[in-house]
């Protein structure tokens, strides 16, 4: 489904990216662990075409396509979910309105037919319930006045009305209290442990990996792959560290 | 009635952004202030959503009394001329209240103002500016508030909030407020504020899958609407929203 290719990205002068390659299978479920400012964030943007993300060597298809030639938004058509490490906040912008011009927009550019109002409320309510999000929420401004794990959770409620083939979460896990965390691991398993599509999940924590199991487990450091396991290898990392592991 | 004043200069104050070439075109077949007078205890409104254009340039003048106890809401639309003005002068009563909402949106070369001058004339009035600008290409938006409280207006309360977002480095925002206070027991709070669309929140959106124009458009009509939240008549906000909406899509 994705295979990146000796994937070199700069932001500003700086590489940060310095030759990462990775390739998923539709199916599966990828973890990527790695210290900070190893790259990992810098990996879902450089992905997901982020402005000032400069990819100067190397290349990435998805489903075929050459991903690096998309825009953004046609990126996210073609079926990538960026969950975001820190989710924006879009004032005066309902999350409902938001979604909805979202989704039909991708419907649009890939020929189907616009979901109605009602069919968009059933369906947002159907994964807001999912998530176990009060719809009050989806009615106010997208993540405006949210707490941390609100947002993470709010994230995951996008991913499931938009319904994705590839979500690319971001220490989705970070900012959640102990339910929440259950409650996301489960929606995650739910939306998107299916045989056509595949999951990047990137984290410093076992403990969601013990809720949605990897099939595979890298290790990122300073802008590389420089391990690749089963699940076994986070346990690993948890006891020993990045710098016994990884080095 | 037609005018008789001489055409103003760039030293008077409230014209000081003004585009006097296009003025000038028109001046001598310009009508005076329009005058409201909204009695003691009622309620007034007025929307304008499109200029009286002659030759390009529009110009709205308004001279308004709000009566003891009264209240009036303007709500103004300075789009589509080359040169728009909306000119206010309000002079409140004891109690009354002004309630003034206004979007300006303007590309190309256009220059459009809103200029008012409040006059707090009796005790415990309160007034409520809000104006928000969004300007592209070499468009040139100007807001000047004066508000005036005289020595025995205590307990006025005038607010106003001035926003502008430029497409492009080349727009300009200009806002001048202008306090000209004779009481000491009066509240007025100003801000003004001058930015830019916000680049992560535009990413996110298309992460979304929203193309560019349209997460664009989402953000600006959120950006104005406070300009009309003021409205109580939902029929009419819309209507006024929607022409705003045309003049949006028209911007970039
Ligand atoms: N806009 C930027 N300008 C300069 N350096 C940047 C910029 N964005 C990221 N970096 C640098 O790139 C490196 C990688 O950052 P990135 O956010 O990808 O790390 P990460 O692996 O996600 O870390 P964390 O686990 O803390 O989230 C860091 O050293 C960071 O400081
Ligand atoms: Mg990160």
Redesign the pocket.
């Known amino acids: 489904m994705l295979r990146i290719e000796n994937l070199h990205a700069s932001?500003?002068d700086?590489e940060?990216l310095k030759g990462l390659s990775l390739e998923l299978n539709a199916g599966e479920i990828h973890a990527i662990m790695?210290?900070?400012?190893?790259?990992?964030?810098?990996?879902s943007?450089a992905l997901g075409g982020r402005p000032?993300y400069e990819i100067t060597a190397g290349s990435a298809n998805f489903d075929g396509e050459d991903l690096l030639e998309l825009d953004p938004h046609e990126r996210a058509a073609a079926g990538i979910f960026l969950g975001f490490?820190y989710p924006v906040e879009i004032p005066g912008v309902s999350n409902l309105q938001f979604l909805r011009e979202s989704l039909n927009s991708q419907r649009k550019s890939r020929g189907e037919e616009p979901l109605s109002g009602a069919e968009f409320i059933k369906l947002a309510k159907e994964k807001a319930g999912l998530l176990k999000m009060d719809m009050d929420m989806l009615k106010r401004a997208v993540n405006v006045g949210f707490s941390g794990g609100e947002k993470k959770r709010n994230e995951m409620v996008q991913m499931g009305i938009i319904d994705p083939k590839l979500a690319i979460l971001?220490?989705t896990d970070s900012g959640l209290d102990i339910d929440a965390l259950r409650v996301v691991g489960s929606g995650i398993n739910a939306i998107m442990r299916k045989p056509d599509k595949a999951v990047l999940l990137?984290t410093?924590y076992q403990r969601l990996l013990d809720l949605v199991k990897p099939d595979f487990v890298h290790v990122?450091a300073n802008g590389r792959i420089v391990k690749t396991g089963g699940p076994e290898l986070a346990l690993q990392l948890e006891e020993d560290g990045y710098e016994a592991v990884a080095a | 009635m037609t005018t008789t004043l001489p055409l103003p200069t760039k030293r008077d104050e409230a014209w000081r952004y003004a585009d006097l070439k296009a003025l000038e075109a028109v001046w001598p077949k310009l009508d005076g202030p329009e005058k409201i007078a909204v009695a003691a205890g009622e309620s007034a409104s007025r929307q304008i959503s499109v200029l009286p254009i002659i030759d390009g340039v529009g110009i709205v003048d308004l001279d308004v009394t709000i009566g003891d106890g009264a209240n009036f809401a303007l709500h103004v639309l300075a789009v589509a001329a080359d040169y728009g003005r909306i000119q206010v002068k309000v002079t409140l009563g004891k109690g009354a209240h002004f309630e003034l909402g206004g979007a300006i949106l303007g590309s190309g070369t256009q220059t459009l103002e809103i200029v008012t001058e409040t006059i707090h004339a009796e005790p415990n009035a309160t007034s409520n500016q809000v104006v928000r600008s969004v300007l592209a290409g070499k468009a040139t938006g100007s807001f000047l508030g004066k508000i005036n409280v005289a020595r025995d207006a205590q307990k006025t309360d005038a607010a106003q909030s001035v926003k502008a977002m430029l497409l492009d480095r080349t727009a300009t925002a200009n806002a001048k407020p202008e306090l000209e206070i004779f009481a000491d027991d009066v509240k007025c709070a100003h801000g003004a504020t001058v930015g830019e669309l916000d680049k992560q929140a535009l990413f996110y959106m298309a992460a979304r899958g929203l193309p560019p124009e349209q997460a664009q458009k989402l953000m600006l009509q959120a950006f104005i609407a406070d300009a009309f939240v003021s409205m109580d008549d939902d029929t009419a906000r819309e209507a006024i929203e929607s022409k705003a909406l045309e003049a949006l899509e028209g911007l970039s």
């Open positions: 932001v500003g700086t940060i790695g210290p900070n400012g190893a790259g990992k964030s810098t990996l943007y000032g490490q971001d220490e990137i410093h990122l």
